[in-house]
């Protein structure tokens, strides 16, 4: 199976910050990649998909780069409801969907 | 609107077998991949199963030997997940998630709520 590594694992951050999270696969994967953001008891939500592409709905703060092995989340300006858990998922070698660890963002 | 309801979660004994459903509503389900997906209590995300739309490819995560039987029943618009042989390690938060493909991108764009499973003793 692909292997999928995020960092950091966790980060502190301020209201108006700029984050950027980091997924790494195991192999390359083409654009074929997902961000999700799970808050606390709530099943995940889809942000991104095809590496660089908003779901509908999502705020333009948020935005996706990268392509092969190595992509990037951002979030331009960090809302308080931005707070949670954000995953990446490897679409490429469907259905075996594997997700990254996951990467915690709490308050500074 | 588009939802996702499962149901059967619980406390099951270590060894024991739990059927979990989900019923799918607001959307044409039989048209739709479907998996399972869990999260043990405090970590990451991990997909368990996959169903193709009709019903004839099935797929298992690899450390699952053969204990957990994924199926549906289009007509009702139900998927479940047939536990077996359960373990410890099997707690976990189970969801029911659809799979879409837009832009040539899988992506899971639909989840359920979640049902708690709890192998214990």
């Known amino acids: 199976d692909i292997q999928m590594t995020q960092s950091p694992s966790s980060l502190s951050a301020s209201v108006g910050d700029r984050i950027t999270i980091t997924c790494r696969a195991s192999?390359?994967?083409?654009?074929?990649l997902n961000w999700y953001q799970q808050k606390p008891g709530k099943a995940p939500k889809v942000l991104i998909y095809?590496?660089?592409t908003l779901q509908s709905g999502v705020p333009s703060r948020f935005s996706g780069s990268g392509s092969g092995t190595e992509f990037t989340l951002t979030i331009s300006s960090l809302q308080p409801e931005d707070f949670g858990v954000y995953y990446c998922q490897q679409g490429f070698s469907s259905p075996r969907l594997t997700f990254g660890g996951g990467t915690k963002v709490d308050m500074k | 609107q588009v939802q996702l309801v499962e149901s059967g979660g619980g406390v099951v004994q270590p060894g024991g077998s739990r059927r979990l459903s989900c019923v799918a509503s607001?959307?044409?389900?039989?048209?739709?991949?479907m998996y399972w997906v869990r999260q043990p209590p405090g970590k990451g995300l991990e997909w368990v199963s996959f169903?193709?739309?009709?019903?004839?490819?099935?797929y298992y995560e690899d450390s699952l030997k053969g204990r957990f039987i994924i199926s549906r029943d289009n007509s009702k618009n139900m998927l479940y997940l047939q536990m077996n042989s359960l373990r410890p390690e099997d707690t976990a938060v189970y969801y029911c998630v659809r799979m879409s493909v837009w832009l040539r991108s899988p992506m899971m764009d639909v989840w359920g709520q979640g049902t708690t499973v709890i192998v214990s003793s």
């Open positions: 192999q390359t994967i083409s654009n074929r």
């Open positions: 607001g959307f044409l389900f039989s048209t739709y991949d």
């Open positions: 169903i193709k739309y009709d019903g004839s490819n099935k």
């Open positions: 095809g590496a660089a």
